[in-house]
């Protein structure tokens, strides 16, 4: 989780960030008084609960944090931002969050445990921020920016470690700081989780701006900052990365080739890493990798370099922020949650991300974990039944639903349709290779009050920092997006996500912006560009194309100037502005069916668009009633080949159930 530097800005805001339905307006008061090991049920807030999505029983949550597989025990592991925290009159005081942790044995069924890591050293006496966990010779350690106050804390930010307590509770309830902590002290916050070069040291990235003068760094600073250690507990920074600076950013080697694309292009052209970090909705970029020479800038050690290939792409263009991922070796999948920023905030379902070179972009399908949630007979099921103007069918589903729905691609342009709760998710199918695909909620419908209920208090968020602070740093979602008129040349402004597939094309120093502008213009579906002054040599940049507008405003950056080629009055401020979420759906062209699913649960909708190469998360009204979903077409010869409904079962269970569950590995 990414905010402000000041202290009393820290926490402030970052207490808000959960959307609350209640009020929880000490976060250091519990059930039975002051939160504490024993006393982790917070007051005030009544959560909204659901059935097949992680969210805390009393308090409100944000980031995932941390999650990892235990090779030991055979034991899940989950952390979140729990937004509470201890008591600390000398130390912070305690504002939070500290870590929620969740647990289980076969990646569906989940049990709560108790706060796994609380604010009790001075080094994060405030508060535990977002990090991650690394397997280090088989066990699990994490790292966590600590927040803290005083002389002692240059930044008010430390990278701190935690390991198990008891290395034979097959739960990791407790969990201790080495003495050699703080790791590093003076950074900003959200490590992520390392890796090992071939030299044998160890690497991560952070979120906190780089200096002109680090090593790495352009004349005008740089990205992420990278941090190496030989030992896991011997940390130094290394230098400047030229990866996108945003909130809890994670890199790691290319996942899995998506099912059906492993033969469309020889392994010697394919990407080697992946980068995230979040701005708005998170960002993804793939890339190919080198790392560094070892060891401390001051003795030789170099970052590494990235050549990124295409732009950034948004991870959920819903109701989103941070996220976090983790490789399971059981399975051999890398897994993302994301935060669904819902009131007081859940975690998607965990999705399993693969990379498809066919679109140079990563998927995000749910995980087949999900299926097992199934009833054993569907609720409803329709086959080889036309739709179109004035022919709609019904498909029978409930408030925690798993709907799968294939239509036969179209010879012609049409749009497809699917009504629910208030509001109409829909696929706009041209002859295109890209389509655009989002979420609209009828106005005056309940589904739109949840949005902009969602979509006010993210307002409120940004207001009060830029309130706290009139001279707030720009960086990722901190730049408050009031409604901006969108022109064709916009100085000083970058746009985020629908970057086209293509790398970015690079330019020489002093090249003019208005090369992007003609650039964009002279190719086919291109709707807006940015150019960012980045890479070498300094004061070079790159030009990124867009198929379309994002729905949320432009983010003040001097580095960047960019332009849309048709000018809008006003662009929404925020994801989900207005009741509407949108995206770009790569189509192929071997693909013979239009593919959606979608979940349905008390108070959320995930639709995964073409097997997930679109992934939304968006609000809906707890309020409804009629959960049927109405699905139809814009023109007549639409076909539904196939769609099926199922209901869900419920995900939470005791300790003592997981603990029964046999283990996978």
Aim: aromatic fraction near 10%.
């Amino acid at each position: 989780m990414h905010c402000p530097r000041t202290m009393q800005l820290l926490w402030r805001t970052c207490l808000v960030v959960g959307l609350t339905r209640g009020v929880n307006s000490d976060p250091t008061q519990c059930e039975k008084g002051p939160c504490g090991p024993g006393n982790d049920r917070c007051v005030g807030v009544n959560p909204q609960q659901y059935v097949f999505h992680l969210s805390d029983e009393t308090c409100a949550i944000n980031d995932p944090n941390g999650p990892f597989y235990d090779p030991v025990h055979g034991m899940y592991h989950n952390f979140y931002q729990d937004h509470l925290a201890e008591p600390q009159a000398t130390l912070g005081p305690g504002k939070g969050p500290d870590w929620g942790h969740w647990v289980s044995r076969d990646f569906v069924h989940w049990a709560r445990l108790p706060v796994a890591i609380w604010n009790d050293k001075w080094y994060d006496a405030v508060a535990i921020f977002s990090g991650s966990t690394t397997i280090v010779d088989g066990k699990p350690v994490i790292v966590y920016p600590g927040l803290c106050s005083g002389v002692d804390c240059p930044t008010h930010f430390t990278y701190d470690v935690a390991i198990p307590a008891d290395p034979s509770d097959p739960f990791y309830t407790n969990w201790t700081k080495p003495s050699y902590n703080p790791i590093v002290n003076g950074t900003g916050d959200d490590p992520s989780t390392a890796w090992q070069t071939p030299s044998g040291e160890w690497r991560l990235i952070g979120n906190q701006g780089c200096s002109a003068g680090d090593e790495g760094a352009t004349t005008s600073g740089g990205g992420a900052p990278i941090y190496g250690s030989l030992d896991f507990k011997t940390w130094y920074k290394v230098g400047c990365t030229t990866l996108l600076l945003g909130d809890c950013p994670t890199f790691f080697p290319l996942p899995s080739l998506t099912p059906g694309s492993e033969s469309s292009v020889g392994h010697d052209n394919l990407p080697n890493w992946v980068h995230k970090a979040g701005s708005g909705n998170d960002q993804v970029q793939v890339g190919v990798w080198a790392d560094g020479k070892p060891g401390s800038a001051a003795n030789g050690g170099t970052p590494g370099t990235w050549s990124p290939q295409g732009g950034s792409t948004p991870l959920d263009n819903g109701k989103t922020h941070a996220s976090k991922d983790f490789w399971d070796p059981t399975t051999k999948r890398r897994i993302m949650w994301v935060w669904g920023t819902l009131p007081n905030g859940i975690q998607t379902i965990p999705r399993d991300m693969t990379y498809d070179p066919r679109t140079g972009k990563i998927n995000y399908a749910p995980v087949d974990e999900m299926k097992t949630l199934r009833s054993a007979e569907p609720l409803d099921t329709l086959s080889e039944v036309p739709v179109g103007p004035g022919a709609s069918v019904v498909l029978k589903a409930s408030s925690a639903s798993d709907i799968n729905i294939t239509f036969a691609r179209p010879t012609q342009p049409t749009t497809f349709t699917l009504d629910f709760a208030g509001g109409s998710l829909y696929f706009d199918y041209t002859l295109n290779d890209t389509v655009a695909v989002g979420f609209s909620a009828q106005p005056g419908s309940a589904t739109e009050e949840a949005i902009q209920a969602a979509e006010d208090a993210r307002k409120s968020k940004l207001a009060l920092k830029a309130a706290l602070q009139p001279t707030l740093v720009v960086d990722g979602d901190l730049a408050v997006e009031e409604p901006h008129n969108l022109t064709t040349y916009m100085p000083g402004f970058d746009m985020g996500g629908n970057d086209f597939p293509l790398p970015c094309k690079h330019y020489p120093v002093d090249t003019s912006p208005t090369t992007c502008e003609a650039l964009c213009k002279a190719t086919k579906g291109c709707g807006a560009w940015v150019y960012v002054i980045r890479g070498l040599p300094a004061g070079a940049g790159d030009c990124c194309l867009k198929h379309a507008v994002e729905q949320r405003c432009p983010s003040p950056n001097p580095k960047c100037t960019s332009g849309v080629l048709v000018p809008t009055t006003q662009c929404g401020g925020g994801g989900g502005g207005g009741g509407k979420f949108s995206d770009v759906v790569t189509m192929l062209p071997t693909d013979t069916h239009i593919n959606i699913r979608l979940f349905l649960d008390t108070a959320v909708a995930e639709a995964y668009f073409m097997g997930g190469r679109v992934a939304m998360t968006i609000p809906v009204a707890a309020s409804t009633t009629d959960w049927n979903v109405m699905i139809g077409a814009a023109t007549a010869g639409a076909l539904i080949n196939q769609a099926t409904s199922w209901g869900m079962s419920g995900i939470y269970v005791t300790p003592e159930e997981v603990l029964a569950t046999p283990r996978r590995g």
